[in-house]
């Protein structure tokens, strides 16, 4: 039996593995690669003829990890793509917004290749449309956490809760190898314990192979205390006063995460009576799915909407849809919490609420996730005293603070606490989805503590599985 590591190695983009036995090839995750340097990845052949994999299952909607299912399709792939119900309903989402970036991006790149003269590249044409899209949803095959799924005759899949966004599982696989049969651990993305909506990450106890990410594998999350108590202290100021506050946020989870705490608040009077606007079609799309897939909260969440206070439903808020509806906002006098996209605040309408109120000492920028180096996001977090959006320098006057806590991702002691609940030692584990010396360190780390044999593999490296 063989492993392939076909994405996320060594850096952390680009989720995609096959495992081929005597029976069978599987694909788990069809990630893009979204890093600069990696993306020329996106392009390359398949790795394996699509025509030959008999399924493919996916671990959550990230496109880190399902953004190349289209193109997969495109090059010949016809058969089931199995996952969780509600990862099913995310992926027409995520992936019909993917089709639309990938059209501007190679639109744009055409034009400022001719402009600079550039010869052609493969950027300039999109890796999959809509069409492409339609092709793949009519594969996407539901299914329930921890019920066993057979996927054939040789292989039985598990989807186990992995509590990163809604929908995200990690998969246990059990296969016919030529020696007996074997299990396999795909841990996909590792969320944290106690967050709000989503069950924890499953703590699982058996496998004969583990394939474990380590994004945080080196490090712990900042503790700036209680989220709630975060926000309570930085709103309520800022309303009183009669200032605005932009939040910008993530479509999936991270906006429903806020908008669970911000109900909280509202419904104990701990911050002022505003209005509370997402301005954002994907976030509300989004949002949307989180409603109908409400056996995927935790207990906590299911006995607040027992008792008939929804997380995701409270008053003041206002989903915004169309255009007109979100420049109707900046006409909104007073006070008010303004939640948009994109979450580093490169592109969207995000933009359009940072230019109404950036020079405004009143508001204020409230960031609830991380910021890659170069954004605007990131700019302004550092607070350079200035920023360019859209062609135009503003001055930052607005107040600009940090809620820490939010994370989709367990730290370096969640994912220690993960690996070290198996009770017999794997015979080997693989880290994967970190920047190399984090995952190195991480592997060092459990070779310690257990005497397990770990792994970090190379992009295209294989590994042979008794
Ligand atoms: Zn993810």
Not at 386 to 407: D, E, L, T
Not at 429 to 445: R, V
Request: aromatic share 8%; proline share 5%; net charge neutral.
């Amino acid at each position: 039996m063989k492993l392939n590591f076909l994405g996320a190695n060594r850096q952390v983009t680009g989720s995609r593995y096959a495992l081929e036995t005597n029976h069978t090839r599987l694909m788990v995750d069809c990630g893009l690669f979204q890093e600069r340097e990696f993306q020329s990845r996106n392009w390359h052949p398949s790795p394996l003829p699509p025509g030959e994999v008999d399924a493919l299952l996916l671990t959550h909607a990230h496109i880190d990890h399902c953004g190349l299912l289209p193109r997969f399709v495109k090059q010949g792939y016809r058969h089931p793509i199995i996952t969780t119900q509600a990862t099913a309903d995310l992926l027409e989402v995520m992936l019909r917004d993917a089709a639309d970036i990938q059209l501007e991006d190679a639109a744009y790149k055409r034009r400022r290749h001719r402009r600079e003269d550039r010869p052609e590249k493969y950027a300039e044409q999109a890796l999959f449309d809509q069409r492409d899209v339609d092709h793949t949803l009519p594969l996407v095959q539901g299914v329930d956490y921890h019920v066993p799924r057979r996927i054939n005759a040789h292989a039985t899949v598990t989807f186990h809760d992995a509590g990163h966004i809604l929908g995200s599982a990690m998969l246990e696989l059990t296969v016919d190898a030529a020696s007996g049969p074997r299990r396999i651990i795909f841990s996909g993305d590792i969320g944290q314990w106690n967050k709000p909506l989503l069950r924890d990450p499953v703590l699982l106890d058996q496998a004969d192979y583990v394939v474990m990410e380590s994004t945080y594998g080196d490090r712990d999350h900042t503790d700036g205390g209680n989220i709630e108590d975060q926000l309570a202290d930085i709103l309520g100021p800022i309303l009183r006063d009669g200032g605005k506050v932009v939040v910008p946020t993530f479509a999936v989870e991270r906006a429903q995460e806020l908008m669970f705490y911000l109900s909280r608040l509202v419904r104990q009077d701990r911050i002022p009576d505003v209005k509370i606007f997402l301005d954002s079609p994907k976030a509300v799309d989004v949002t949307q799915i989180f409603q109908a897939h409400r056996d995927c909260f935790d207990a906590e969440a299911q006995q607040r909407m027992a008792g008939g206070d929804s997380p995701l439903v409270f008053p003041g808020l206002t989903l915004v849809r169309t255009v007109e509806q979100s420049k109707a906002i900046n006409a909104h006098a007073g006070p008010a919490i303004i939640m948009a996209t994109s979450g580093m605040c490169t592109a969207g309408r995000i933009k359009h609420h940072l230019r109404q109120n950036i020079e405004d000492p009143r508001s204020a920028v409230i960031f609830v996730g991380y910021q890659s180096h170069g954004t605007l996001g990131r700019q302004i977090l550092d607070r350079n005293p200035q920023v360019r959006i859209h062609g135009r320098n503003y001055r930052v006057r607005a107040q600009v603070r940090k809620i820490y806590g939010f994370s989709g991702h367990a730290d370096r002691t969640g994912l220690l606490r993960w690996a070290g609940h198996f009770q017999q030692p794997p015979r080997q584990m693989f880290l994967t989805h970190g920047e190399e010396e984090t995952s190195l360190k991480l592997a060092d780390e459990i070779r310690r503590a257990h005497g397990w044999p770990v792994t970090v593999p190379h992009y295209l490296s294989q590994a042979d599985l008794d």
